[in-house]
């Protein structure tokens, strides 16, 4: 009696380029090319019409909107390391991909002197997408540099490209990056770069576009009554 064929089972997680330039986006389909040149095909059209009602419903001139999350901000914060570190109520908390181009380019327009109202503090967590080969290597790369007091140096280096010297990844590292994943994944980071304002209390919302954190704390305030 012959044997049923054996079908090759699909890789857990296939990751496909983004179909936009923001975010970046892990999306899960089957390894057969005909699903994926459809799913790519249905996603573009769910996109491209998502974004048209989308459009037409934003309020003029709001380039943003913030949503509750049932997420502890604390959780957020406690896988995240600090960019700029303010002393005030809100912080603005980033999930990205040190090859993600997005996430180099939300940095660039960050890291001004001018972008941040007084006391705002900048925290980023690492959450490495698999279409990117080096970002995993990249993340464990800036955890060891925090190890060493240098993660501030490290992280603008690595995000625009460049090499860290001098240092050596151990297990912590690892597993500090895994949990920042970990935390990603509960929060439903799906793309990066992926941002939530996260109050001293520990209410969180995420940023769905995005502002620049003057405007992201006004908005804060009045959802939050804080």
Known sequence: R????????????????????????ARQVEDFPA?????????????????????????????????????????LLSVSRPIREGDGKWT???????????????????????AFPSGMSWRVAAFPLNIHPNALRLAHTAEAAARAGRFREAHTTLINGGHVP???????DRTR????????MKAEVAGTPTFFLVHGSG????VAGFGMPRDLVASGTAMSGH
Not at 166 to 172: C, D, F, I, K, S
Not at 177 to 184: K, S
């Open 2 to 25: 012959p044997r049923p064929p054996r079908l090759s089972r699909p890789r857990p997680l296939n990751v496909e380029r983004p179909l936009a330039g923001w975010p970046c986006e």
């Open 35 to 75: 699903v994926r040149t459809f799913a790519a095909l249905a996603i573009a059209f769910v996109v491209m019409g998502a974004s048209a009602v989308f459009a037409f419903r934003r309020p003029a001139g709001d380039r943003f909107q913030l949503a509750p999350v049932s997420i502890n901000g604390n959780d």
């Open 92 to 114: 603005l908390v980033e999930f990205m991909d040190y090859e993600c181009p997005p996430c180099r380019a939300a940095h660039a327009r960050l890291d001004v002197h001018d």
């Open 166 to 172: 001098g240092v050596a990844v151990r297990r912590e």
């Open 177 to 184: 990056v895994e949990a920042a994943m970990r935390i990603g």
């Open 203 to 206: 209410r969180a919302f995420r």
